[in-house]
């Protein structure tokens, strides 16, 4: 069964430090990937997704996530954060047999000023 | 053009009261999702449409939930007889079915809230 793990309940960085969130997939074949970020009270933004070919794919609101098949991971990172950036973020991996997504837990991002 | 829709936004209800939750997928896709999100929690996984049949059902919680779509467009969540676990962001999602993986895009959730 496929899954998907975000160690990281919570993170706190400073405006202006880089990030990265980890995503960890179990899943047995070829996996599609996504990144969401839900700010309180709003539903789920697509930030990126990664189908096949290059392995760091941008997204919005200069996002950039990394597949690495070696290790599972397709780990978020983000150069200079933004106050604007404080959010939930969920990983998923859309399963095509099943024609679902499976979401991690989510991983609680706080921006210090 | 216009995202996937949702209502009430908010919805109060008292237990063992029925509750309907509406959504309306962006025009043209094919698939719609709900999944569940208590509080901080993530999403829950409650059901899938292709078109007007539901190929996946296996996460509807118990027999109190069910979920039609018409037309292959709107899709309602009806919960009978309320619990207060009920008590979760319901949210919707809504993509074109193709060859490949689904890009799902969300609705803004219904806040229900059992009393």
């Known amino acids: 069964a496929q899954s998907v793990t975000q160690p990281d309940i919570h993170i706190t960085v400073s405006e202006g430090a880089s990030l990265e969130l980890r995503c960890n997939y179990s899943?047995?074949?070829?996996?599609?990937l996504f990144w969401y970020v839900q700010s309180p009270g709003q539903g789920l933004q697509l930030l990126l997704k990664?189908?096949?070919?290059?392995?760091l794919v941008q997204g919005i609101k200069g996002f950039e996530a990394e597949f690495k098949r070696s290790q599972s991971s397709f780990n978020l990172r983000k150069p200079s954060v933004h106050w604007s950036d404080a959010a939930e973020y969920f990983c998923?991996?859309?399963?095509?047999?099943?024609?679902?997504?499976?979401f991690g837990d989510g991983t609680t991002l706080t921006v210090k000023p | 053009g216009a995202g996937v829709s949702q209502s009430p936004s908010n919805k109060v209800t008292e237990k063992g009261k029925d509750v309907e939750l509406r959504c309306d997928p962006i025009?043209?896709?094919?698939?719609l999702y709900w999944y569940r999100q208590s509080l901080g929690q993530g999403l829950e996984f409650l059901i899938y449409?292709?078109?007007?049949?539901?190929?996946?059902k296996s996460g509807l919680p118990s027999d109190r939930f069910s979920a039609e779509r018409t037309g292959g467009s709107v899709s309602t969540l009806t919960i009978q007889r309320t619990q207060q676990e009920d008590s979760a962001v319901y949210l919707c999602?809504?993509?074109?079915?193709?060859?490949?993986?689904?890009?799902?895009?969300f609705g803004p959730g219904t806040r229900l809230t059992v009393l």
């Open positions: 999602a809504s993509s074109f079915r193709g060859q490949g993986p689904d890009t799902q895009y």
């Open positions: 899943y047995g074949a070829t996996p599609y």
């Open positions: 990664y189908f096949s070919g290059d392995t």
């Open positions: 998923a991996v859309f399963n095509t047999n099943a024609g679902k997504s499976t």
């Open positions: 025009s043209g896709h094919t698939a």
């Open positions: 449409f292709q078109g007007n049949s539901a190929p996946d």
